[in-house]
């Protein structure tokens, strides 16, 4: 695992995972506009997509898909040196990690039509201002567990915090 500087200001940072040739936010966004990916993910997902958003039309998921990706692409990859990242990456879960340093966070667009969006990127908390993104999943379901997919985020951004841990105590 290394480190990919996202903004040039050391304020936002992904992970590039063993084996990959990109960091995962670059990975996500891609996955993210692509047509036979996004078909495959709604249609192993359509009974979570129609139960919890109430759309049966995988068509109408990927299209919304690919235009969210594009909007929380440029949120995103559009900061400005101004920008207060505490803003974009909010605490997942309870309020109680707040302000602690490692604390898991979400970034996620918020729609003013139709549905809520199902895309999420996630974070850990370095320090005030500064974040590594862990990966990105579209969440279907109200809680991350009751999904593979969305517990594999959770156990990414651990291994995550513990590799920050170890090193900072290195």
């Not at 936002?12 to 993910?41: H, N, R």
């Not at 707040?98 to 729609?111: D, G, P, V």
């Amino acid at each position: 695992m290394r480190f990919a500087e996202i903004l040039h200001d050391g304020r936002l940072w992904a992970i590039v995972y063993d084996g990959d040739t990109q960091d995962i936010l670059t990975k996500t966004f891609t996955d993210w506009q692509d047509p036979a990916f996004l078909e495959e993910f709604f249609s192993k997902n359509i009974t979570d997509l129609n139960t919890h958003f109430h759309i049966s039309n995988p068509d109408l998921a990927i299209s919304d898909t690919i235009a969210d990706a594009a909007t929380l692409s440029s949120l995103i990859l559009d900061i400005t040196p101004e920008t207060r990242l505490h803003r974009l990456f909010r605490p997942l879960g309870n309020s109680l990690n707040r302000e602690m340093r490692l604390s898991r966070r979400q970034a996620k667009y918020r729609r003013t039509t139709a549905h809520d969006s199902w895309l999420r990127i996630y974070a850990i908390k370095i320090k005030r201002g500064t974040y590594l993104i862990t990966g990105g999943a579209i969440k279907l379901t109200p809680h991350m567990e009751e999904r593979k997919h969305t517990l594999d985020e959770l156990r990414k951004m651990e291994i995550a915090k513990n590799n920050l841990l170890i090193t900072n105590k290195g």
